[in-house]
């Protein structure tokens, strides 16, 4: 089977061009790339991860919402729980809608909205996990193999 190398870019469908784009260079940092009028692009330097947001004639203007077929939510890296409180500051001091982190089985995860309601996320990957994805890289895993580990992880949680 072909491979492919990791995600090359994200476009989001926007009601508003300026208001997004000073969301996404304001509160994540990206750079601008391009204006095309009906779409821009913007690129996090540190990762290289491309985002464009396009505002469609034809878009119905609706706020966004996980209940619509399509995107649930984007979820970008942060290094440690400890970034993701970073994060929360600075989501304070922007005004920045957000849940605040959850630890869960697996990842801490901030959730936050972009100006259209799009649901964004920070997770940092706890020891297991990142572990984990470090060794799949690595060498493939079986199915049963996936199953019993988790398995036998959630029976320590216990």
């Known amino acids: ?3 492919f190398s990791g995600i090359d ?3 989001l469908s926007v009601t508003d061009l300026d208001r997004s784009e000073r969301f996404y260079t304001e509160v ?3 750079t601008p790339l ?3 009028g009906i779409a821009r692009t913007y690129v996090d330097r540190p990762s290289g991860f491309i985002l464009s947001l396009i505002k469609h004639e034809a878009g119905t203007g609706k706020p966004f919402s996980e209940l619509n077929t399509g995107i649930d939510h984007l979820g970008l890296n942060a290094a440690s729980r400890d970034e993701l409180v970073e994060w929360e500051k600075r989501f304070d001091e922007l005004g920045v ?4 982190i959850r630890d869960m089985e ?6 936050f ?4 309601n799009i649901a964004l996320e920070l997770s940092a990957s706890n020891g297991v996990m990142a572990g984990w994805l470090a060794e799949l890289k690595e060498r ?3 199915q049963d193999e996936i199953k019993a580990r988790v398995a036998a992880y959630f029976a320590t949680l216990q």
């Open 1 to 3: 089977m072909p491979n």
């Open 9 to 11: 870019h994200l476009s």
């Open 28 to 30: 994540l940092g990206l």
């Open 34 to 36: 391009m204006d095309f």
């Open 97 to 100: 809608t957000y849940t605040p």
């Open 106 to 111: 697996f990842a801490s995860h901030l959730n």
């Open 113 to 116: 909205r972009d100006p259209d």
């Open 140 to 142: 493939e895993f079986t």
